[in-house]
């Protein structure tokens, strides 16, 4: 079978790769390779979105990636990856509605963010929420899913635990999390960092906590929050409301589960009269996240993108200069 004509050169197989990382640096560096690995040298582009993206442009063709990875496609305008000779993966990062089930106004206002996207910008788009791999799949090509990865630089081995041990929130504020966290707030000192933790700031604020609280959006929207995985590993002990999907983890195994602030407050008084009550799941947990680990799963992620291109072409066109 002849193979499909693409409008870029491939690399050959197994030749050391560029992988330039877009999207806004506030949320998405943590996700992305902060170091060289298995042959990938990884560069991270801040982009915001809007339709000014002379400087992005610039900066990957300066760059000249052999793959790009963008966080959130929907961010850009357009056509604007017109003039990229190389793949582009889309990386889909928030839940959408599910099909089969009762939707939700997150849901469907994430929905409506991604119906600005542009298929012609991506070659193929990856979902980090399985359950809404039918609402992604009427607008992108859609690929795989998977949850997002952890920068290598973020993971630490868990350590003995404070007394009283540190613990944290890392999240933007809503009515549901304000509600949970409140009453902790007033009794404990529990700092919330709601925007712009980054970078060095975030790596310092994960090394000096013991646990770390995973709170969904809304009281009644079950989905993974991908700062599970972050806290984990950082060796921290997780305490989060159910997870849908859980991508392999385990209540009691690698996470504590708490159903409402009610459970919350309880785990969170246990810990601190007993900082080690938990350690074997902060263990167990920090062993899962590893699997997770950027340097890990973006190098075989962007292999195997070659590949399938290499199979199976794309729909994206190119423009010749």
């Known amino acids: 079978m002849p193979r499909p004509a693409l409008p870029y050169p491939l690399p050959p197989e197994g030749a050391p790769l560029r ?25 991270f582009v801040d982009f915001r979105g809007g ?31 017109d003039s990229i000779a190389a793949p582009v993966v889309g990386m889909v990062t928030e839940a959408l509605p599910r ?17 600005r996207v542009d298929r012609g910008n991506v070659d193929r788009a990856i979902c980090a929420d399985p359950l809404g791999w039918e609402a992604a799949t009427a607008l992108l090509p859609t690929w795989r899913s998977m949850p997002l990865p952890v920068a290598d630089g973020l993971y630490g081995a868990p350590r003995p635990s404070r007394h009283p041990p540190r613990i944290v929130y890392i999240g933007h504020p809503t009515m549901h999390r ?56 950082a060796g921290q002990l997780v305490l989060s409301e159910p997870l849908d999907p859980r991508f392999g983890l385990d209540p009691g195994i690698h996470y504590v589960q708490v159903a409402d602030k009610y459970e919350l407050d309880l785990r969170v008084h246990q810990l601190v009269a007993q900082p080690d009550a938990y350690d074997r799941v902060r263990i167990r947990g920090h062993h899962f996240s590893r699997q997770f680990r950027a340097s890990r799963v973006w190098p075989r992620v962007i292999r195997d993108l070659l590949a399938d291109l290499s199979a199976f072409g794309t729909e994206r066109a190119v423009a010749t200069a």
């Open 99 to 115: 099909a089969g089930r009762s939707s939700h106004p997150t849901l469907d206002y994430n929905l409506a963010e991604l119906r």
């Open 51 to 81: 339709p000014d993206v002379a400087r992005l442009l610039d900066d990957l063709h300066r760059f000249r990636p052999h793959a790009v990875v963008v966080f959130r496609p929907d961010a850009l305008p357009r056509g604007a990856m």
């Open 178 to 233: 304000e509600d949970a966290l409140l009453g902790l707030k007033h009794k404990f000192d529990l700092p919330h960092y709601a925007h712009a933790l980054m970078g060095r700031e975030l790596r310092d604020v994960l090394a000096s906590s013991d646990v770390g609280i995973a709170l969904g959006n809304d009281r009644w929207l079950v989905t993974f929050e991908s700062r599970t995985l972050v806290h984990m590993a």
């Open 19 to 43: 992988v330039a990382f877009v999207g806004q640096r506030t949320y998405f560096e943590e996700a992305a390779m902060d170091r060289p690995a298995a042959g990938v040298t990884p560069r």
